[in-house]
């Protein structure tokens, strides 16, 4: 949660900076720069949205079912090992 309010008033901020250009060079400077920050911070902001839920339904989404199976069937494997281990010693 702190990391959204953060990175939203980053995205903010950001934004408003750009405006804040006073030199005679810089002001036409302005509207192309302000573009391309938006575009990269609100892709920023889209991108950690998707990375903070890795486990979804969507297709590029880590296959979470998939992990625990796994898991399960290499415990269940170590325990079975251990105890024909010590049922022949």
Do not use: K
């Amino acid at each position: 949660m702190a990391s959204q309010i953060h990175r939203a008033m980053s995205l903010n901020l950001g934004l408003l900076l750009v405006f804040r250009t006073n030199s005679a060079y810089a002001r036409w400077l302005t509207i192309p720069l302000t573009t391309i920050s938006a575009y990269f911070m609100i892709g920023m902001e889209l991108v950690a949205d998707h990375v903070e839920v890795p486990f979804g339904t969507d297709e590029d989404d880590l296959y979470l079912e998939g992990m625990c199976n796994t898991i399960e069937l290499s415990v269940n494997g170590i325990f079975t090992r251990r105890s024909l281990s010590h049922s022949t010693s």
